[in-house]
């Protein structure tokens, strides 16, 4: 008799396949989470390479979303075709999108798809009217406005703070430096 069979309140249940046996449970004890996810594609690759299996034939359940990035890195590395259920894919989450966008803005200021994302993420008071105007004057100097930001945040006093006045010019400075 299990723990659970002696709650006092559970409802008893008795469960049954008319399948028949099938295979035994595999327990594989990883050195850590990509060795388990590499462990997990490896297998599944084998027993299609083996023809013992079809990709369709498996479902990867865990318990926690962390494991799901390691596992979709896992399945695209191997070139194994996979569909997410009931979560979003770790690199179509919002804030790992913001991350990647910051992360390519640093490395590339004049990445402008990736200023547009994060300029007011978090909200910092960088609407789109000053963006426009931040994008008009980058284009009269002749600047990606990344690079125009990144100007104006090292040295705020070079003169474009009588385009951008006040609290607005604050804030563009301090994303510029930032």
Known sequence: MSVIDRHPYRTPKRLFTQRGQGQKIILHQAYDDRVEAAFVVDT??????RQQAQAGDFAV????????RLLEEAFLHAGLPYKLVGAQRFYGRREIKDVIAYLRLVHNPRDELSLTRVINVPPRGIGDKTFIALRTQAKKLG?????????YGHSPESGLGDIFA???GST?????SL
């Open 61 to 68: 359940m865990y318990r926690t979303n962390a494991q799901s």
């Open 143 to 151: 600047l990606p406005p990344g690079e125009l930001l990144l100007k």
């Open 166 to 168: 006040g609290r607005t």
């Open 172 to 176: 563009l400075a301090t994303f510029g």
């Open 44 to 49: 599944i690759t084998s027993l299609i390479a």
